[in-house]
């Protein structure tokens, strides 16, 4: 049993959506398939993985590193114990042979895909959804699992930019959604006030409305912020700084009490436990955002979820980036605290909302072949 | 006066080299010209840049993002303001437009290397050496200019390696070197500490012996590395554990008076700002090891300055990883406290060492003209 073929497939994503720190113009994502040699109806099992958006497709590095690396490996190095699946553990320490320690940036994306690939391979060849797999080997809730999930949108609009918003946020909140987060922080801040009362008008309530600055304030523009927003009782607001300014992160902890979310630009353990240690985060109302895909995958997921634990951090505080199904989940395998879905994204969640939560399904894997997408994304790489 | 092209090629850096973190057989490096439409002795002027070489070759990620988005920028938004000149700040911000913040990884050397071409073609456009033209610009001396540089080597080989060590140490020595650095960290402590003494056995003293263990040590492997290295005298110890577990480079500063080195594997002003803050680095002995070219060039490496000398550093506790070209003329340019050199590279220096110290030469740019195997890495891109 063997990996025989990895593919690679750079999608265009154009879009002239912006949010505070950058425009979608020229945005890209990797599509990936990783062949198996097991035929089951006379194909071959494929495992697939669609690449978190924003911070560009990783086929570069995928060809010039990461597919050369697993597809010279022997095939007894990657399986697992039984001999009858793959080990993502073992295919993670074979892509990652060679690689300085440092350096997270776009290497943990290109890895994530690959991993991610893997542990669909291994739902689909133990005929599971991906989701019970992770409950199954990680202390996971098997039954009655259902996923609190939150609509993400909300970017500026070059045109109509206020009546736009108010019609996306009408619109999701139609569709059942409880917490809607629209971005902030690319205007002024007066401009902005009247982006979060539209929303908050529509949604009724401070409290279902979060907002993301895209790390794009500096500290006085982001003290500003959260002065102003200090009475109007948001569920959080989203990297208001640069991710990596831990200190100024520490400051805007100590002196605002609305919730903070960051992390989705922290991209492995390293960096989160270095998040953990000086950023002054509070485990009783902050939001943990790392996105697995784009952070080595679910394998360095777990060494994060281990790093937050092992800090007094409940991984119910975890709300992963990304809006697609791998993230979904994980976070139902895992039991996370949530999940950030994008409605008008080209793989949507496939379960209804049930009062702002939604059940994983029973297709095996992660679940892309159910998507009314699937051949857009993937039908490149099948054929 | 515009840019018309830039092109990459990627080269295979194969060898049988290891230290303690990788292995050296499928490195590459990514060698780039930036053509100009200022035409000099009937050909364009060109600039050039060659990478840093340890974390591969960046051809995916300027071929994906950084080049077409050069490119694609009118040549009004990167001339310098008398018009004769191309400013290398301002092509710094057109190549990270639509980057988000964080995840500082392998952007950095991508954008290291379209930096460094273009302050190679805006020295070769005032006809000066790069040093010369940094000086100029940031306050650096302009005469009786010279940089201390040491070799370094002593990798690990797969046959006779002590044998090789020893051989290595011994020719360095005789081309001039008063320090010399050996890799460490990757073999049982009794056996590195063969090679450490064997090293000082031919240098005649720990003083001139710098030992790198390239992240790879736990905690416990590196305090009885440290313990047992203490009475040597040695001139650094360099990466001992992961670059990013500041609290762990905090411990091992206070239990160890040695020198420790690092940085070159912190590719950004935001992750240099975190390691002054919380590494527990002591401004009076320790080595900031930054490279230029991988963490986005001289415009960002000013800004590491800024951060270190406002944090009560001296620049002079910098001495960039690289080996290269591009790496000498910063030090020498901006009055950095030395200079790492390969002597088995293909780049070497070309100015004869006097005393440990190398004199800065009059070539135009970086001076890559001037090196023995300019068309070995050049050659492709230039026909």
Redesign the interface.
């Known amino acids: 049993m063997r990996i025989t073929d990895i593919r690679e497939q750079?999608l265009a994503m154009s879009s002239t959506m912006r949010n505070a720190?950058?425009?979608?113009?020229?945005?890209?994502a990797s599509a990936l398939t990783l062949v198996s040699d097991v035929v089951r109806n006379g194909k071959p099992v494929v495992g697939l993985a669609y690449d978190s958006v924003?911070?560009?497709?990783h086929?570069?590095?995928l060809?010039?590193?990461f597919i050369?690396?697993l597809l010279a490996a022997d095939a007894d190095e990657y399986r697992d114990g039984s001999g009858t699946n793959f080990d993502p553990f073992k295919v993670w320490a074979i892509v990652m042979?060679?690689?300085?320690?440092?350096?997270?940036?776009?290497?943990?994306g290109a890895v994530g895909l690959i991993d991610a690939a893997v542990w669909d391979l291994v739902a689909k060849l133990e005929d599971k959804p991906l989701w019970y797999v992770l409950a199954e080997r990680f202390g996971g809730k098997l039954n009655d699992v259902r996923v609190s999930v939150y609509a993400t949108g909300g970017h500026y609009r070059e045109a109509d930019d206020l009546a736009h918003l108010r019609e996306e946020v009408r619109r999701n909140a139609a569709l059942g959604y409880k917490k809607i987060k629209i971005k902030i922080g690319g205007v002024p801040l007066a401009q902005d006030m009247r982006r979060i009362e539209a929303a908050i008008d529509v949604l009724g309530s401070g409290a279902a409305l979060a907002v993301d600055c895209?790390?794009?304030l500096s500290k006085a523009a982001a003290l500003d912020l959260l002065t102003a927003l200090s009475t109007y009782g948001l569920a959080w607001v989203e990297e208001p700084v640069?991710?990596?300014?831990?200190?100024l992160h520490k400051e805007l902890a100590q002196c605002c009490a609305l919730p903070l979310a960051t992390g989705e630009?922290?991209?492995?353990a390293?960096?989160t436990?270095?998040l953990i240690?000086?950023a002054g985060l509070r485990p009783d109302r902050d939001i943990l955002q790392m996105d697995v895909s784009l952070s080595y995958g679910i394998v360095e997921y777990l060494r994060m979820l281990s790093i937050i634990e092992s800090h007094g951090w409940s991984r119910r505080q975890c709300v992963p980036h990304a809006g697609h199904l791998l993230s979904f989940n994980v976070a139902a395998g895992l039991g996370l605290g949530g999940h950030e879905t994008s409605p008008t994204s080209n793989l949507p969640l496939m379960q209804p909302l049930e009062d702002g939560y939604v059940r994983p399904g029973n297709a095996p894997g992660v679940g892309f072949e159910q998507a009314k997408n699937f051949y857009a994304i993937f039908g490149g790489l099948l054929s």
């Open positions: 750079t720190s950058i425009g979608f113009g020229g945005m890209t924003g911070r560009y497709g086929g570069g590095l060809r010039e590193r050369p690396r042979r060679d690689e300085k320690p440092g350096g997270h940036g776009e290497r943990p895209n790390g794009a640069d991710p990596l300014d831990f200190e630009n922290i991209f492995s390293a960096d436990l270095n240690r000086y």
